[in-house]
């Protein structure tokens, strides 16, 4: 009988016992709870691993159970066992803050090099008295963090309001941050820094310990914030793996109690929100303004294996937001070389007065075509960044970014053949948010690309590189660009254009003019567009700012390898 007792305890306690085990997605950036990889539906750049690259001296969470017996904070220096827990990252103990049974907050320790992956298979892993976790496997994409002040990774962000006498308050809708004023913005995840404390250490105050630079703000999706380069990163002073980001807000930024904020360094962090109003004080937003964009567009895919498909699309998009401006259209050159830009891959939040108009139902209709209805689709793509040729960066023509969560479009997927020279109209109903209206484009002719381009291997030290086409019209333009893939965000250096009825553009190398900008594997891309003056204009009810309808092909030749 005794036996059986001490049996049975001993069957207890193994239940109560049990090893801990990490949640799927569950390493996370500790100030935006992101794995920071972000929607990647439309960014074909493969992940090693299924979590976040993970950067050495920052604030990292695990969310998981069995991953302490109890509860418990540390005071720094940071230990590397709480409760009998630790956690070690490719096989390195790291500094712990905080266990609990579903949650550890810990810092990743030095020489673990994340963002490589020559380790990445150790991963990640919690030890408790009742055995291991399975490893944590590590991604390649990372992004750095804003903390927010619920702690819940969206909302508003961790920011002080700098005065000019040095004086500091929180940020707020009672107390905003003039334009032209400093800011301070604590997040995690931003990457190396000069003279870094110890791992578990807090940062010194003097020396500082300073990142080498490269970080930039955003506010309300836009570049801005580093005019003069009068700015300061790096480890918050007395604090264990918080960055600190001393920017200067733009005199030009938009105003308004929840302007998106996020830090630009080689990804994008999620938004969080920031009160800024002239003169400080209590914030005000300004009017709501809408803006509506339709396109059309084929897209033509050149496989590596020398396949073909294609797709045929109507989108239209009609987006509302504080402040909001129409953008200004492409300027063209003959021959001339058009700025590169970036797309960001980020994780989203809902930004207040961000909003999808609605217009009742819309469908379109075109040469040999029945009606054909849209349906709402979540906005997909990324947050557009264009380099600017004098330095620096500002937002894209587009409709709005697919970092301000819960924002949709109207689209339809055409049948084959759909899309060629003619006019073709969409109509909408009117909606609770738009009224009624049509909008026609004439469709210009395609081209037909006559140089070979899938898998090509390109040099910088190669002679211009002539691609050929026959078809188009001298309204249209084509444009030929590079896009190289980078986990979290595509990078196309620039893009070069020609009129269509030229039916040639040459591509040139390093040597031989502004260089290909980019190495290692890319896609070409070839688009035939209106010119400007071309473009059809919207008009509808309630749509304040009106819009514009365009059309577009697309060529996408895969493979391509650019080399030195």
Same mark, same amino acid.
């Given at each position: ?16 016992? =049990? =090893? ?11 100030? $935006? ?11 074909? !750049? ?11 001296? $920052? ?97 508003? #962000? ?5 005065? !000019? ?16 004023? &400093? ?8 990457? &190396?820094?000069?003279?870094?404390? @110890? ?10 310990? %300073? +990142? ?32 600190? &980001? ?9 105003? #308004? ?15 969080? %929100? ?86 009742? $139902? ?18 997909? #793509? ?46 909408? +109903? #009117? ?6 209206? =049509? ?14 381009? !899938? ?23 084509? %444009? ?40 290692? @594997? ?13 473009? $059809?204009?919207?008009? !509808? ?8 309808? =365009? ?5 996408? &030749? ?7």
């Amino acid at each position: 009988m005794k036996y059986g007792l001490r049996c049975l305890v001993a069957v207890q306690a193994l239940a109560w016992a =049990q =090893q801990p085990v990490i949640n799927p997605n569950g390493v996370v950036n500790a100030a $935006s709870y992101t794995t920071g990889i972000g929607d990647l539906s439309r960014n074909p !750049a493969p992940q090693t691993g299924g979590g976040p690259a993970l950067m050495e001296g $920052s604030l990292a969470s695990i969310f998981g159970v069995n991953l302490a017996t109890g509860t418990l904070a540390a005071q720094t220096p940071l230990p590397r066992q709480l409760l009998g827990t630790s956690v070690s990252v490719n096989g390195i103990a790291a500094p712990l803050l905080f266990v609990s049974p579903n949650q550890i907050n810990f810092q990743v320790p030095s020489g673990t090099d994340t963002t490589s992956g020559a380790s990445s298979a150790a991963g990640v892993v919690v030890s408790t008295a009742a055995g291991q976790s399975a490893p944590y496997p590590l991604g390649m994409a990372d992004s750095p963090g804003i903390f927010t002040r619920d702690s819940s990774g969206c909302g508003r #962000g961790a920011v002080l309001n700098v005065a !000019a006498d040095g004086g500091v308050s929180v940020n707020s809708p009672a107390n905003s941050a003039a334009p032209g004023a &400093f800011v301070s913005i604590y997040g995690t995840g931003n990457g &190396f820094v000069n003279n870094a404390p @110890p791992d578990g250490a807090a940062a010194p105050a003097d020396p500082l310990a %300073t +990142s080498p630079g490269g970080e930039g703000p955003l506010f309300d999706f836009a570049a801005g914030g580093d005019e003069g380069r009068s700015f300061w990163v790096g480890r918050a002073p007395g604090l264990v793996g918080v960055d600190q &980001f001393n920017f200067l807000l733009p005199a030009t930024v938009r105003q #308004g109690c929840a302007v998106p904020l996020q830090i630009l360094n080689d990804n994008l962090s999620p938004p969080v %929100t920031i009160s800024i109003a002239k003169g400080g004080g209590a914030c005000s937003d300004p009017p709501a303004q809408g803006y509506g964009e339709i396109l059309w567009e084929k897209r033509t895919t050149f496989g590596e294996n020398f396949s073909t498909t294609s797709a045929e699309t109507l989108t239209v998009s009609l987006q509302s937001s504080p402040g909001r401006e129409a953008p200004a259209p492409i300027n063209y050159t003959e021959g001339g070389v058009i700025p590169g830009s970036y797309t960001y891959f980020g994780p989203a939040c809902v930004i207040p007065g961000y909003k999808s108009l609605d217009a009742g $139902s819309i469908s379109a209709q075109g040469p040999g075509i029945a009606p054909v209805a849209t349906r709402r689709s979540p906005l997909t #793509g990324g947050t557009v960044v264009n380099i600017q040729p004098e330095g620096g960066f500002t937002l894209a023509a587009q409709t709005q970014s697919s970092q301000a969560a819960g924002m949709t479009v109207y689209q339809a997927d055409l049948p084959e053949g759909t899309i060629k020279a003619g006019s073709f109209t969409v109509s909408a +109903s #009117g909606g609770a948010d738009v009224g009624a209206f =049509q909008s026609t484009v004439q469709i210009g002719a395609p081209i037909q690309v006559v140089t070979a381009l !899938a898998s090509r291997v390109l040099h910088n030290s190669d002679p211009p590189l002539q691609i050929q086409w026959t078809g188009g019209d001298a309204n249209s333009w084509v %444009t030929v660009r590079l896009v190289g893939h980078f986990g979290g965000h595509d990078y196309s250096p620039s893009a070069w254009a020609a009129r269509a009825s030229d039916g040639q553009i040459a591509i040139q190398g390093a040597t031989n003019g502004p260089g290909f900008g980019i190495l290692g @594997p890319a896609e070409l891309v070839i688009e035939v567009t209106p010119d400007p003056s071309q473009v $059809s204009l919207i008009t !509808a009810p309630n749509l304040s700012l009106g819009g514009r309808a =365009q059309w577009k092909y697309s060529y996408y &030749f895969e493979g391509v390898l650019v080399e030195q």
